[in-house]
Each structure stands twice: as structure tokens, then as C-alpha cells.
Nanobody
């Protein structure tokens, strides 16, 4: 049974940083992708970053490139999202999501599409405000 547990959200001032963590477990297939999505009020859910656990390849939404960094620690079964230079527009509930496959995963093409992901965490609130 796949489980995803997010942590690290909170309140931060504009220009500040936060690091989100996603502890993942229960995968049975060789190829796993773990991504981060966010959902702000009155906006569509959007995929912001994704990483292939097997080869470390990554995907970023254009609006977060250069500010957010996704990484993995396979020994700890954890994926991180380091978020820098935060702005009020980044305020949202952030979700960790994952899917697994018998085939290699190309996150550049699937990383931002929520329909690709089968497993979701409970979400963590990120609020950027002065």
C-alpha cells in the first residue's frame, strides 16, 4: 500500500524559503515518479515539479524554475521540494503525488499532469504573506 506523508508547510514572508518533505513508501514496481502539485483558491490545480526516483530526472513548471529545487534521498525514501524567493502567488495547499510503472518514466512529459498520478498525500498549507 503506497503512502505519502507531506511535511514542512507553514507561513513565510515574501522572499523567504521553505522546504517541503514527502516521505514515500509501499511501491512495488521498479519505476516511480514523485511530484509536487499545488491548489490555490479559485485556481486550477497545477503540477509544479516532479522527479524520477530511479534516475533523478526532473520536471519543473516554468513559473518555479530557478526558485524551486526537487531532490530525493533514496535511503530515507523521501523527496524534498526546496522553495526559495517565495511570493504571495505561491500560496496554496501543496500535495505530494506519485505513480509507479514497469516502464521507465519520462518526467519531462508526465511530471506536470495530475491525471498520471495515482497516489496523493494529504496536503500541506504554504502561506506567503507579510
Amino acid at each position: 500500500q503506497v503512502q505519502l506523508v507531506e511535511s514542512g508547510g507553514g507561513l513565510v514572508q515574501p522572499g523567504g524559503s521553505l522546504r517541503l518533505s514527502c516521505a514515500a513508501s509501499g511501491f512495488i514496481l521498479d519505476y516511480v515518479a514523485i511530484g509536487w502539485f499545488r491548489h490555490a483558491p479559485w485556481k486550477e490545480r497545477e503540477g509544479i515539479s516532479c522527479i524520477s526516483v530511479s534516475d533523478g530526472s526532473t520536471y519543473y513548471r516554468d513559473s518555479v524554475k530557478g526558485r524551486f529545487t526537487i531532490s530525493r534521498d533514496n535511503a530515507k525514501n523521501t523527496v524534498y521540494l526546496q522553495m526559495n524567493s517565495l511570493s504571495p502567488e505561491d500560496t496554496a495547499v501543496y500535495y505530494c503525488a506519485a505513480y509507479q510503472s514497469v516502464h521507465p518514466i519520462v518526467v519531462a512529459t508526465t511530471g506536470g499532469d495530475p491525471d498520471e498520478f495515482d497516489y496523493w498525500g494529504q496536503g500541506t498549507q504554504v502561506t506567503v504573506s507579510s
